[in-house]
């Protein structure tokens, strides 16, 4: 088996591959990414630990068919540092070399027959554009838990209705939820997915960007329980298992009538609270005191750092304290994808939404919606 190619080709599709492969595989073979030169020219790199796989297809000039399974990590850090110039890589024997200009590398190779078959792409169910699908993506895997002892709060929920997806995560304390317009290929599909949110958002990230879009496969559409989903553009694929579907009843959470509500410049607010959480301990919150054209952010108290500063807001409703953990409303703001954030809230202890703010004129409900917990205040 030999080939050549461009190296920032082949090193850009070796890091797509590489970022699935298990920092610790339970079997050494599972470490290796798996390259394959098929006899329409064409080169095929995989990775595969039984519950991700991911797999890019290139085009080749120059190649002659085989099959080899090398270190992917290594090979990752390899192509990387390469210089801009052909590649050639030839297996000779138990080894492979990778030729680069004046730089030569040999691999051992690892044995190809142990290496499981990676699973066969579900059914197609529909499709998005790539950089709309990334950005829903990023703004609910924000909120998905981060604790592997409560795996259903790990997992970014996928509900589709027709032309309607929504996304929906949450860890207790914030939960985000977006919906997105896409094209399936039946008009009447309906399907739930819960996909494990990190592995949603490294593959949203990795397939956004490129203006292509993505399509959507679930193995399962029309129901639930045990099956795979998988995301195929532009010459890759990536399919990883469901986790069980049981999540929250979440739509009961988002309250619908609130007492107060706030308008700020986001940028503005989030350098305002980054600055006065400097003084806050991990598990302190900042305190908010709204009213009419203000707002001050607090942080500390006693005997320790203390902070404030106060911002202009656009603000309709009673005076209001309310606290939150300063990381979680960070995360929101950054999420939300608009100059004008919009707070609105019905008392100190009830959830609040944070949503960017819309024309006055549009009575519909934002795509976006986080809602956050607030931080009682004692006294």
Request: hydrophobic share 45%; charged share 25%.
């Amino acid at each position: 088996m030999m080939f050549r190619i461009e190296r920032d080709v082949l090193a850009e599709a070796v890091a797509w591959t590489a970022r699935s492969l298990p920092a610790r595989p339970s079997v050494p073979v599972l470490a290796g990414m798996r390259l394959e030169v098929t006899e329409d020219q064409r080169l095929k790199l995989s990775g595969f630990d039984y519950e991700v796989s991911a797999e890019v297809t290139l085009e080749l000039h120059t190649g002659e068919p085989g099959v080899v399974l090398v270190s992917g990590k290594l090979l990752a850090e390899i192509t990387r540092a390469l210089p801009a110039q052909p590649v050639d890589f030839v297996v000779e024997g138990a080894k492979a070399v990778v030729t680069c200009g004046s730089a030569r590398f040999t691999l051992l190779t690892m044995p190809v027959e142990d290496y499981p078959s990676l699973p066969a792409m579900p059914p197609a169910a529909g499709r998005v554009g790539s950089d709309t699908f990334a950005s829903a993506v990023s703004q609910v895997a924000v909120a998905a838990g981060r604790d592997d002892t409560l795996p259903m709060l790990t997992g970014v929920r996928m509900e589709i209705e027709g032309d309607l997806v929504t996304l929906a995560a949450t860890d207790r304390y914030r939960l985000a939820v977006r919906e997105l317009r896409w094209q399936p290929d039946q008009a009447d599909i309906s399907a739930i997915a819960m996909i494990p949110g990190k592995t949603l958002a490294d593959t949203a990230k990795a397939l956004g960007g490129s203006g292509a879009e993505v399509e959507i496969a679930l193995s399962s559409a029309g129901g639930t329980g045990e099956g795979m989903i998988g995301f195929s553009s532009a010459g890759r694929r990536t399919t990883t298992r469901l986790l069980d579907p049981e999540f929250p009843k979440y739509r009961s959470l988002l309250p619908t009538e609130f007492s107060a509500k706030a308008d700020l410049s986001t940028a503005a607010f989030v350098e305002a609270v980054k600055r006065v959480a400097l003084v806050a301990e991990r598990n302190t919150p900042v305190r908010l005191a709204f009213k009419s054209g203000e707002v001050v952010l607090e942080a500390g108290s006693g005997d320790e750092a203390q902070a404030v500063e106060a911002l202009p807001v656009d603000y309709e409703g009673d005076e209001m304290n309310i606290a939150f953990n300063h990381q979680f409303l960070l995360e929101g703001l950054g999420a939300i994808d608009s100059d004008v954030a919009r707070l609105q809230m019905t008392t100190s202890t009830k959830p609040a939404i944070l949503t960017g703010g819309k024309p006055v004129d549009d009575p519909g409900a934002p795509d976006y919606r986080y809602l956050i917990m607030p931080i009682r205040l004692s006294g």
